[in-house]
């Protein structure tokens, strides 16, 4: 089993619908989350980080943490054609400074 | 600088050679990484410096991975006798914090390929 778990996708949405992009992870006493995005050939970019149990949002990003069922989520509400990207889970692990990240999933917004 | 840096930006080297690849951090991040990050993968973890220390170089997958950042700043990442399979992205992050909810920017990467 990976340490961080993501569907590789392509997930396609419609413009204007919200794109749900999920997360697993199998360290319990994981301790940070984030959500990086990824244009093609470029480097990642921080988008969004979560600390605590429950919902966080950001402009039209929200991200979600459940810690007991170990899964952390990404929302994009109104999504554009420029959102279309790798998302990139990444957890940080108690004890760990580095980051562990997923495969990513490719999110592709349809005009 | 306004972001991490890195250079070159692209390398290709004949299976044998050594090659260099440098980073530059933003300015006073006291934390920097060095990730390997295959086609269609996430980031691997390689190393890991606080300041001027080494403080965790697990994920080096072999002797031949080399890392240094002798004034905790610049860092360098040396891969010798490069193999085939060494082929990647190599990015580089920092971090202006050193405990863990810290968030870490990176730079735009060295693509190297190894003939």
């Known amino acids: 089993q990976k340490e961080v778990e993501q569907n590789s996708g392509p997930l396609s949405v419609p413009e204007g619908a919200i794109a749900s992009l999920n997360c697993t992870y199998s360290?319990?006493?994981?301790?940070?989350f984030f959500w990086y995005r990824q244009y093609s050939g470029k480097s990642p970019e921080l988008i969004m980080s979560?600390?605590?149990?429950g919902d966080k949002e950001d402009g039209r990003f929200t991200a979600q943490l459940n810690k007991a069922s170990q899964y952390v989520s990404l929302l994009i509400r109104d999504s554009q054609p420029s959102d279309s990207a790798t998302y990139l889970c990444?957890?940080?692990?108690?004890?760990?400074?580095?980051?562990?990240f997923g495969s990513g999933t490719r999110l592709q917004v349809q005009p | 600088g306004a972001g991490v840096s890195q250079s070159p930006r692209y390398k290709v080297a004949k299976r044998g050679q050594d090659v260099a690849l440098r980073c530059d951090p933003i300015?006073?991040?006291?934390?920097l990484f060095w990730y390997q990050q295959a086609l269609g993968q996430g980031p691997e973890f390689l190393t890991y410096?606080?300041?001027?220390?080494?403080?965790?170089k697990s994920g080096l997958p072999s002797d031949r991975f080399f890392a240094e950042r002798p004034e905790g700043s610049v860092s360098t990442l040396k891969i010798q006798r490069t193999q085939q399979e060494d082929s990647a992205v190599y990015l580089c992050?920092?971090?202006?914090?050193?405990?863990?909810?810290?968030?870490?920017?990176f730079g735009p990467g060295t693509r190297l390929t190894v003939l």
């Open positions: 300015s006073g991040h006291v934390s």
């Open positions: 992050a920092s971090s202006f914090e050193a405990r863990e909810t810290h968030k870490e920017y």
């Open positions: 410096f606080q300041n001027e220390a080494q403080l965790d």
């Open positions: 360290d319990r006493v994981s301790q940070s």
């Open positions: 979560i600390y605590s149990n």
């Open positions: 990444a957890v940080n692990r108690a004890g760990r400074r580095a980051l562990t």
